[in-house]
């Protein structure tokens, strides 16, 4: 289906979907502006879009692909997508990974995760399917035996490797472990969440020859986000034009950021899906115009990601590059915040991981914790008052992190409290 003019595709939403018929019942029938129409709620949206009694849908459930999505936390949501909608969101993500650096000839292995109505495993296929290079796809997905997957690659001689960071990270651990190395790979595409400096040691040591790249930014509930460009910086990319609008809004008002280096919440409309319009819709990530005229911006991160020890607010962002400064070596391939309670207190673990935590790694321990502090006084005020448990440090291998057991994601957050 071609781009629909906005004011028509308002129209539609209003017209077949009560969800929308509700949320705009108080706006004039002439819409024709993006900012004339509120954010979704996205709590409403998705109490719509339950599978049963659907309220979201602008049509009968009779023709279409579900995918469940949810992310690291919360409950799972679904998401539906028409054979032709499908069809072109992939074919458009396809092209995008031109950008992020796909070549004809490419032999590329999807360790991205299939299953349990998980979309990204089929999405990055089809996508690979659909791109307008020639390439050879080997659909290995992200539970095989990771020694399966090392011969694959090797016996293909793969030069792209794609799946989340947690994958690439596990996968390059083993490898390591094992003391082999995959020079062969040249790209290395990750999806799904961000990479961050600290797991780029672990994916130099397997994949020495190989550049970590954005393969895009998308999600299976807003859908195209963003288009990989290249360059040093792995979190700027180009919307999706014209295919979706997006918008960056200030932080504390649904008010457009028209100013480049100003963070606010993403937030995206599609101008092609009718089965489950999404107009509108909060992405659930923050960024920044990069340069706002050709639509290039940056992402931050998860948008209200961190965590609350006691009176004590930390931002996950700012603690990882906290901990990157403090590692002057290298040691460190991977963090988690772990929260817990002891004594009626809350206290936050920081659980590292590096390639031998039986190590002496009291030296490090002590640099991230006082760089921690410095960086969040408050934390070391609310231990002096016995509002908190101090910070402390716990010393992991990276294939002791928590994933999440769905996705195969990493938590950067766990909070192991009692809530009953």
Same mark, same amino acid.
């Given at each position: 289906?071609?781009?629909?003019?906005? #004011?028509? =595709?308002? %129209?539609? $939403?209003?017209?077949?979907?009560?969800?929308y018929?509700? *949320?705009?019942?108080?706006?004039?029938?002439?819409?024709?502006?993006?900012?004339?129409?509120?954010?979704?709620?996205?709590?409403?949206?998705?109490?719509?879009?339950? &599978?049963?009694?659907? %309220?979201?849908?602008?049509?009968?459930?009779?023709?279409?692909?579900?995918?469940?999505?949810?992310?690291?936390?919360?409950? @799972?949501?679904?998401?539906?997508?028409? %054979?032709?909608?499908?069809?072109?969101? /992939?074919?458009?993500?396809?092209?995008?990974?031109?950008?992020?650096?796909?070549?004809?000839?490419?032999?590329?292995?999807? !360790?991205?995760?299939?299953?349990?109505?998980?979309?990204?495993?089929? +999405?990055?296929?089809?996508s =690979?399917?659909?791109?307008?290079?020639?390439?050879?796809? =080997?659909?290995?997905?992200?539970?095989? @035996?990771?020694?399966? /997957?090392?011969? /694959?690659?090797?016996?293909?001689?793969?030069q792209?490797?794609?799946?989340? @960071?947690?994958?690439?990270?596990?996968?390059?651990?083993?490898?390591?472990?094992?003391?082999?190395?995959?020079?062969?790979?040249?790209?290395?595409? +990750?999806?799904?969440?961000?990479?961050?400096?600290?797991?780029?040691?672990? *994916?130099?040591?397997?994949? &020495?020859?190989?550049?970590?790249r954005?393969?895009?930014?998308?999600?299976?509930?807003?859908?195209?986000?963003?288009e #990989?460009?290249?360059?040093?910086?792995?979190?700027?990319?180009?919307? +999706?034009?014209?295919?979706?609008?997006?918008?960056?809004?200030?932080?504390?008002?649904?008010?457009?950021?028209?100013?480049?280096?100003?963070?606010?919440?993403?937030?995206? /409309?599609? *101008?092609?899906?009718?089965?489950?319009?999404?107009?509108?819709?909060?992405?659930?990530?923050?960024a920044?115009?990069?340069?706002?005229?050709?639509?290039? +911006?940056?992402?931050?991160?998860?948008?209200?990601?961190?965590?609350?020890?006691?009176?004590?607010?930390?931002?996950?962002?700012?603690?990882?590059?906290?901990?990157?400064?403090?590692? #002057?070596?290298?040691?460190?391939?991977?963090?988690?915040?772990?929260?817990?309670? *002891?004594?009626?207190?809350?206290? =936050?673990?920081?659980?590292?991981?590096v390639?031998?935590?039986?190590?002496?790694?009291?030296?490090?321990?002590?640099?991230?914790?006082?760089?921690?502090?410095?960086? %969040?006084?408050?934390?070391?005020?609310?231990?002096?008052?016995?509002?908190v448990? $101090? !910070?402390?440090?716990?010393?992991?291998?990276?294939?002791?992190?928590a994933?999440?057991?769905?996705?195969?994601? !990493?938590?950067r957050v766990?909070?192991?409290?009692?809530?009953?």
């Open positions: 289906m071609p781009v629909q003019p906005l #004011a028509q =595709l308002i %129209r539609f $939403a209003r017209r077949n979907s009560p969800f018929r509700e *949320l705009y019942s108080d706006l004039p029938d002439d819409v024709t502006r993006l900012t004339d129409l509120p954010v979704v709620p996205q709590a409403d949206f998705w109490r719509a879009n339950a &599978p049963r009694d659907n %309220r979201l849908l602008t049509a009968p459930l009779e023709e279409a692909v579900v995918f469940r999505s949810g992310g690291t936390t919360g409950s @799972p949501k679904f998401s539906y997508y028409t %054979r032709t909608e499908w069809r072109e969101f /992939t074919t458009a993500f396809g092209a995008g990974m031109v950008s992020a650096g796909l070549r004809p000839g490419h032999r590329v292995a999807d !360790l991205f995760y299939a299953g349990d109505l998980y979309a990204s495993f089929s +999405f990055v296929l089809d =690979l399917h659909r791109a307008p290079v020639a390439n050879v796809r =080997l659909p290995i997905g992200g539970a095989a @035996p990771w020694q399966s /997957t090392a011969a /694959t690659l090797e016996e293909f001689s793969v792209v490797v794609a799946g989340t @960071p947690t994958t690439l990270c596990s996968l390059a651990e083993r490898l390591t472990d094992a003391g082999r190395t995959l020079p062969d790979v040249e790209l290395l595409f +990750f999806g799904g969440e961000c990479l961050f400096g600290d797991q780029l040691p672990l *994916l130099r040591s397997a994949f &020495p020859n190989a550049e970590p954005s393969l895009g930014y998308a999600s299976v509930d807003a859908g195209l986000l963003g #990989a460009v290249g360059g040093g910086d792995r979190r700027v990319h180009r919307a +999706f034009t014209p295919y979706t609008v997006v918008e960056i809004l200030h932080d504390e008002a649904d008010q457009l950021v028209d100013d480049n280096g100003v963070p606010g919440r993403l937030v995206v /409309t599609d *101008l092609r899906r009718r089965l489950m319009p999404v107009l509108r819709y909060p992405a659930g990530d923050r920044e115009w990069v340069d706002r005229d050709a639509g290039i +911006f940056r992402i931050l991160g998860r948008a209200q990601e961190g965590v609350r020890v006691g009176p004590v607010s930390l931002h996950t962002q700012d603690v990882l590059d906290v901990v990157a400064a403090a590692d #002057a070596f290298g040691e460190v391939t991977g963090l988690q915040l772990v929260v817990r309670r *002891l004594d009626g207190r809350d206290g =936050l673990t920081l659980r590292i991981a390639a031998d935590p039986k190590a002496d790694h009291e030296a490090l321990g002590v640099s991230v914790v006082a760089a921690v502090l410095a960086q %969040r006084p408050l934390y070391a005020s609310a231990t002096a008052a016995a509002h448990n $101090a !910070l402390n440090v716990e010393w992991v291998r990276y294939a002791d992190l994933v999440n057991a769905r996705s195969g994601k !990493l938590i766990v909070d192991e409290r009692p809530h009953s």
